[in-house]
C-alpha cells in the first residue's frame, strides 16, 4: 500500500486490514461492490486524502472505515446531500457515495436535484433489492411479486428504475451492471473520472434475505432485467458543466454585484473587543431588519464580520418583529445569541415577545428601551430614551434608526458615523435624508 511516507511506491490498495475483514453475509453482493471500488481507486492511484468515501445506514453504509480514504457517514438516505456538500465546499476532493437501494428510496429527491444539477460526485449504489440490514424488508427496487419481511404474500408494487429515473432528472453519465460483471472495477474508475455526476446501479444479492427469499441468483436478475426491459451498460453519456465549478464561475464573474450589490469598504475603525451579540426588538412595519441590516453593513464598514438572524410571525404588518446581530473582529461560526450585550426595545409587540429574555438579561448586558415601556425586573443596565416622541417629529418609521443610533452613541462599538454612511449608501435619497436626521437625533438623545 502506498503511504504517504513513501509517495513514489503505488498503491496496491485502498483499504486498511486494521478492523479486519468486511463484515457481510458470505455471498453477500456487497463484497464484490466494495473489492471492485477498490481496485478502481487502485487503477486510478489517487491520493486517499484527497479522496472521501460518502456513506449513509444500510450494510453498504458500513464500508467507509474499511477504506484508507476520508469517510463521512450519516443518516439514512442522505448519503446524497453530504457528498455534494463536499464537493461544493472543496471541488478538488474525489466524492464517492456508497448507497443502497433503501437510501435511494428514503433520500429519492436527492438522487433527482444531484443529477439535474450535475453535482461532480460519484454514486455507487449497490442494488440488492431490500433493507438488508434491519431484516429484509420491501425498498422502492424490490420486482413486483417480490417476497420481503413486509411483503410476505408479495410485492404489489411497480419497482423504481433508479437509471431511469436518473436520467430523466438530467444525469450526465449512467450506467446499470451486475455483481457479476468482471468489469465492474473498469466501470467505476471510469466513473470517478466524469467531471459532472455519475452514477452505477449495480444489481446484487443480498444473500440473507431477499435472495433465498426469492431465490434470486444471478440467472434470475437477468429474468428480472428482461422482464422489465432493462439494459445494463452505459445509458447515457452526455456530458455538460459541472455544477459546482459552474456556480464558482458565475460567482468570481461578478453575479453578485451585477444584481446591485456592491463589496463594503473598511472605513471606520471599531471598539470590539470580542464577539458582541445585540437584539433588536420591535414591531412588524417599524423596518426592524432593514435598520438592522444597515447597522450590520456598518459593523462591515467598520472591519467587523456580522451577522443576522430574524424573528418575525408568518403574518405581516402585525405583531412582533426582532432582529439579532453579532459583530465581532474574528470570524463568527456560532451564530446564536445566548447571553446579549445590548438589548434594544422599541414596541410592546416587542417587548412581549423579548419579555422572558429580558427577565433572564445578565447584568454585563445593556437594555436601551422606549421610555414608555413598562419593562420586568432585570440585572441589566436600563437605559431609557424617548424614542415615539421623537420619532413623531421626524418620521414614525424611522424609530429603529433613532434607537440603534442611540444605543450605538452610547455603546461606541463603531462611529454613528459608519451607520449613517451606510443609510447614505443604501437608501433613496428621499429616505435617506430623513433617516440621516433620525440618526442625528437618535445619537443626540444619548450624547456622553
Ligand atoms: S443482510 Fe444482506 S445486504 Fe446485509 S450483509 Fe447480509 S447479505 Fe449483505
Not at 437509471?163 to 468482471?182: E, P, Q
Not at 460567482?251 to 473598511?266: F, H, L, N, T
Not at 441589566?380 to 415615539?388: D, E, G
Request: glycine share 8%; with cysteine.
Amino acid at each position: 500500500m502506498k503511504t504517504s511516507s513513501a509517495p513514489e511506491s503505488p498503491y496496491t490498495t485502498y483499504m486498511t486490514s486494521e478492523i479486519g475483514p468486511l463484515p457481510y453475509c458470505p455471498g453477500c453482493g456487497h463484497h464484490v461492490v466494495v473489492k471492485a471500488l477498490d481496485k478502481a481507486l487502485v487503477m486510478r492511484q489517487l491520493d486517499p486524502k484527497k479522496v472521501v468515501i460518502v456513506t449513509d445506514i444500510g450494510c453498504i453504509g458500513l464500508a467507509d472505515r474499511y477504506f484508507i480514504t476520508n469517510a463521512f457517514h450519516g443518516l439514512h438516505g442522505r448519503a446524497i446531500t453530504y457528498a455534494c456538500g463536499l464537493k461544493l465546499a472543496r471541488p478538488e476532493l474525489t466524492v464517492i457515495a456508497l448507497q443502497g437501494d433503501g437510501g435511494c428510496g428514503i433520500g429519492g429527491t436527492h438522487l433527482l436535484n444531484v443529477a439535474r444539477r450535475n453535482i461532480g460526485i460519484t454514486l455507487i449504489v449497490a442494488n440488492n433489492f431490500n433493507y438488508g440490514m434491519t431484516g429484509g424488508q420491501h425498498s422502492v427496487t424490490t420486482p413486483t411479486e417480490g417476497l420481503t419481511a413486509t411483503t410476505p404474500w408479495g410485492n404489489v408494487e411497480q419497482p423504481m428504475d433508479l437509471c431511469g429515473t436518473a436520467i430523466a432528472a438530467g444525469a450526465a453519465w449512467v450506467y446499470r451492471t451486475t455483481m457479476f460483471d468482471k468489469e465492474l472495477p473498469a466501470t467505476m474508475a471510469q466513473a470517478i473520472d466524469q467531471p459532472g455526476f455519475a452514477m452505477i446501479d449495480v444489481w446484487e444479492l443480498c444473500t440473507a434475505y431477499y435472495s433465498p427469499r426469492n431465490k434470486l441468483d444471478k440467472a434470475a436478475i437477468d429474468n428480472l432485467l428482461k422482464k422489465y426491459e432493462l439494459k445494463v451498460g452505459l445509458l447515457a453519456d452526455k456530458p455538460r458543466a459541472e455544477y459546482s465549478d459552474r456556480y464558482r464561475k458565475a460567482y468570481e464573474a461578478g453575479a453578485r454585484s451585477a444584481s446591485g450589490r456592491s463589496p463594503i469598504d473598511v472605513q471606520y475603525d471599531n471598539a470590539v473587543d470580542r464577539q458582541t451579540g445585540i437584539v433588536i426588538a420591535g414591531s412588524a412595519g417599524q423596518k426592524i431588519r432593514s435598520t438592522a441590516t444597515l447597522f450590520a453593513q456598518a459593523a462591515m464598514s467598520s472591519g467587523l464580520d456580522a451577522t443576522q438572524k430574524d424573528d418575525y410571525p408568518i403574518t405581516v404588518m402585525t405583531g412582533h418583529s426582532l432582529s439579532e446581530v453579532i459583530v465581532s473582529n474574528e470570524r463568527i461560526d456560532y451564530t446564536a445569541i445566548d447571553a446579549p450585550d445590548y438589548f434594544v426595545v422599541i414596541s410592546q409587540d416587542g417587548l412581549k415577545r423579548a419579555r422572558a429574555r429580558i427577565e433572564q438579561l445578565p447584568e454585563t448586558c445593556t437594555l436601551y428601551a422606549e421610555e414608555s415601556l413598562g419593562l420586568p425586573d432585570t440585572k441589566a443596565r436600563v437605559v431609557r430614551l424617548p424614542w415615539a416622541a421623537t420619532a413623531r417629529k421626524i418620521s414614525r418609521l424611522s424609530i429603529a434608526v433613532i434607537a440603534l443610533a442611540a444605543m450605538l452613541r452610547d455603546s461606541e462599538l463603531f462611529p454613528v458615523e459608519a451607520f449613517a454612511t451606510a443609510i447614505s449608501k443604501a437608501q433613496k435619497p428621499a429616505i435617506a435624508e430623513t433617516n440621516l436626521k433620525a440618526v442625528e437625533a437618535g445619537a443626540a438623545l444619548a450624547k456622553k
